[in-house]
């Protein structure tokens, strides 16, 4: 959710920074702006160059290449609008009233209007409606009280103000913040959002995650809450929010930055909806041995001690890795045995349950950065701490696709659902690694706890090691019918997903993929609920997609979908081939497989239809309106 960039170094600053916000794109496109400070030979001062271009990188990328933005040293942002619309007078970086200061910030600035009061009380202008401009405004005037015993300009002053300035900010933020009359110095802190200082050969580049580095360098390091750093071609300095200077080495990236490309695909999504197959080969080949007599069913991730005492699971996650939770939740409780509940992460920290005795916590973000999940995870943590008492016990798991992120960072177990960089903002490919790992655990405790026969901790095993060469046909197949589908939906603007049990899950997640790429208006429900008052809105341009997969539940969806055939709507089946299917008027055939992986086969048709209507639609599905790749805002 907003992506920052700021590099100095020896080379010129500006195509480092376009190049760094090109690979941040995927956490807000709004609006993209940087600021530059092309030193002077005549004088100590610099002098600072600020473009702006609503849209689109592409737009301030020729804004750059029409009037350059000369200098070694500079700060970038691509947005994602929280506060005021997204236009060019709300594109960051923002500057102080005498435009020689500039700031680039990730986060939101909880207290903005009482200091926005207070400094128009002083006579300052605003021009925007963010949050942000506070900053540059506080800066300069702590900047102003500092100098007031008639100090020349130097890089101590600067940090220093940052510093007294972050002390006042609440919320989360990482920024970054450059003045002219200091050309040789950078200075950038963080709170509760994510910033990393990529050391290069003789030069420095920040980011707000690691991609913006692939290709600078893979060494790190990641700043903690409440610091602050001074970077210089000198070298870095590091203080913590009181100002004492801390000393930590740096790291290595655990992963491989790759650069995405489509290959021959029109669209990142659908590339990622067909790189499944090869995710989930992959899983099976590290997951699931071959099966040799006395074999383990699963490669346990961890040592018993993790698995033992655990009596419930609370996972928490946001959007679609809450479905999948809600998926994992039904595994660990139907299959392993365990109580389970899935949370929304936002409202889990404001509102947490009664703490349970030997409860492990799960945190599922793809990117590993998700705000509201990051917090409750700490909320949980503290609160557990502070109960005291080994029944209480704090154990946290995330399930994430990036283990340089900030979870990686924050909980003591970690499961990388090694689903591979995923550019399309729509979570497809990193959705089936999350259901995948959830399979692996909910095998592992079942067996640990001797929940579950041999025989059936040998069935699943080896269900979920056939699946994947199931798995590129099904795609193939879907990705056709989809096609051919799509254009009836051309004047769709309701649908209703529909599914029970393990598959619930999988109709909301239907329907929130259709809705973020197509911007139809789209509802999951349990099957057995439309009758409860959503069959109100049925009648011959609704179209009704229902998940019906042979076990506990078939018969009943098949009743439920006839109360919808009943009320005209257009019924489409996400089911296997049979007589009984033939009750749907379009069926969108899927293998008959047992009722405990169903959702690895049904989730695929949703995913293209979703694709194909918004492509159908001329929609730039791999970047719709509005959202965002990373979430690091609550
Ligand atoms: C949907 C989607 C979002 C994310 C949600 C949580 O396609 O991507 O709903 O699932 O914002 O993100 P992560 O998984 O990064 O915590």
């Known amino acids: 959710m907003?992506?920052?960039?700021?590099?100095?170094?020896?080379?010129?600053?500006?195509?480092?920074?376009?190049?760094?916000?090109?690979?941040?794109?995927?956490?807000?496109?709004?609006?993209?702006?940087?600021?530059?400070i092309k030193s002077s030979s005549k004088s100590s001062k610099g002098f600072l160059r600020c473009l702006r271009a609503n849209g689109k990188l592409a737009n301030l990328m020729n804004l750059v290449d029409e009037k350059g933005a000369p200098g070694y040293l500079g700060i970038g942002h691509t947005r994602w609008a929280t506060h005021g619309k997204p236009e060019e007078r709300n594109a960051h970086p923002h500057r102080d009233s005498s435009g020689g200061l500039a700031v680039v910030q990730n986060g939101i600035v909880e207290n903005h209007i009482s200091l926005r009061k207070s400094l128009e009380e002083e006579g300052v202008h605003f021009v925007s409606d963010t949050d942000t401009e506070v900053i540059p405004h506080l800066i300069s005037r702590e900047l102003c009280l500092l100098r007031s015993d008639g100090q020349p300009a130097n890089s101590a002053l600067l940090l220093e103000a940052v510093r007294k300035v972050s002390l006042q900010l609440k919320g989360a933020y990482a920024l970054a913040v450059l003045w002219e009359e200091v050309p040789d110095a950078l200075v950038v802190a963080k709170k509760q959002a994510p910033l990393l200082i990529g050391l290069g050969e003789g030069e420095f580049l920040c980011a707000s995650d690691t991609p913006a580095l692939a290709g600078f360098t893979r060494t790190i390091l990641p700043l903690e809450d409440g610091e602050i750093a001074l970077l210089s071609p000198l070298g870095i300095e590091l203080f913590d929010s009181g100002g004492n200077r801390q000393?930590?080495?740096?790291?290595?990236?655990k992963s491989q930055e790759d650069e995405a490309t489509?290959?021959?695909?029109?669209?990142?999504?659908?590339?990622?909806?067909?790189?499944?197959?090869?995710?989930?080969s992959l899983w099976v080949d590290r997951h699931l041995p071959l099966g040799l007599p006395g074999e383990d069913p699963v490669a346990f991730p961890f040592r018993d001690s993790f698995y033992k005492g655990v009596e419930n699971i609370q996972i928490l996650a946001c959007g679609t890795s809450r479905h999948a939770a809600m998926v994992g939740a039904y595994l660990l409780e139907q299959f392993a045995g365990i109580p389970t509940t899935v949370f929304y992460a936002s409202e889990f920290r404001y509102a947490p349950?009664?703490?349970?005795?030997?409860?492990?916590?799960?945190?599922?973000?793809?990117?590993?950065?998700t705000a509201d999940t990051l917090s409750a995870l700490i909320m949980e943590d503290q609160r557990r701490k502070l109960h005291g008492g080994a029944l209480f016990a704090s154990k946290?798991?995330?399930?994430?696709?990036?283990?340089?992120?900030?979870?990686?960072?924050?909980?003591?177990?970690?499961?990388?659902?090694?689903?591979?960089?995923?550019?399309?903002?729509?979570?497809?490919?990193?959705?089936?690694?999350?259901?995948?790992?959830?399979y692996g655990l909910a095998i592992a405790f079942a067996s640990k706890r001797k929940n579950r026969s041999t025989h059936d901790l040998i069935t699943l095993r080896d269900?979920?090691?056939?699946?994947?060469?199931?798995?590129?046909?099904?795609?193939?197949?879907?990705?056709?019918?989809?096609?051919?589908?799509?254009?009836s939906f051309s004047d769709t603007q309701n649908v209703i997903f529909l599914g029970r049990g393990i598959n619930y899950p999988i109709a909301l997640e239907g329907a929130l993929k259709l809705k973020e790429i197509s911007y139809i208006h789209a509802e999951g429900y349990p099957a057995g609920e439309m009758k409860h008052g959503p069959i109100a809105m049925l009648e011959k341009y609704v179209p009704v997609i229902s998940i019906a997969t042979p076990g506990l539940v078939f018969e009943k969806v098949l009743s439920n979908a006839q109360e919808a055939k009943a009320r005209d709507a257009k019924l489409i089946g996400v089911a296997p081939e049979g007589p009984v299917t033939e009750i749907f008027d379009v069926l969108?055939?899927?293998?008959?497989?047992?009722?405990?992986?169903?959702?690895?086969?049904?989730?695929?048709?949703?995913?293209?239809?979703?694709?194909?209507?918004?492509?159908?639609?001329?929609?730039?599905?791999?970047?719709?309106?509005n959202l965002?790749?990373?979430?690091?805002?609550e």
């Open 2 to 36: 907003c992506g920052i960039v700021a590099v100095i170094g020896s080379r010129p600053a500006a195509p480092l920074l376009l190049e760094g916000l090109k690979r941040l794109e995927y956490r807000g496109y709004d609006s993209a702006g940087l600021a530059t």
């Open 247 to 253: 000393q930590r080495s740096p790291s290595l990236l």
């Open 262 to 280: 489509k290959r021959h695909f029109r669209h990142f999504m659908l590339k990622e909806i067909y790189e499944q197959s090869e995710i989930a």
């Open 353 to 369: 349950p009664p703490l349970t005795p030997n409860t492990l916590t799960i945190g599922v973000t793809q990117s590993g950065e």
């Open 396 to 438: 946290q798991l995330g399930i994430t696709n990036r283990i340089d992120s900030s979870i990686a960072r924050q909980v003591p177990y970690i499961l990388d659902i090694g689903a591979g960089l995923e550019v399309g903002v729509a979570a497809t490919k990193t959705f089936l690694g999350q259901l995948l790992t959830f």
């Open 463 to 487: 269900e979920l090691r056939c699946f994947p060469s199931q798995l590129h046909a099904l795609i193939r197949q879907h990705d056709e019918i989809a096609a051919n589908l799509a254009p």
């Open 588 to 625: 969108m055939p899927i293998p008959e497989v047992s009722e405990w992986i169903s959702p690895l086969f049904s989730v695929i048709p949703m995913q293209l239809l979703s694709y194909h209507i918004a492509a159908n639609r001329g929609l730039d599905v791999d970047q719709p309106r």
């Open 628 to 633: 965002a790749k990373s979430v690091t805002v």
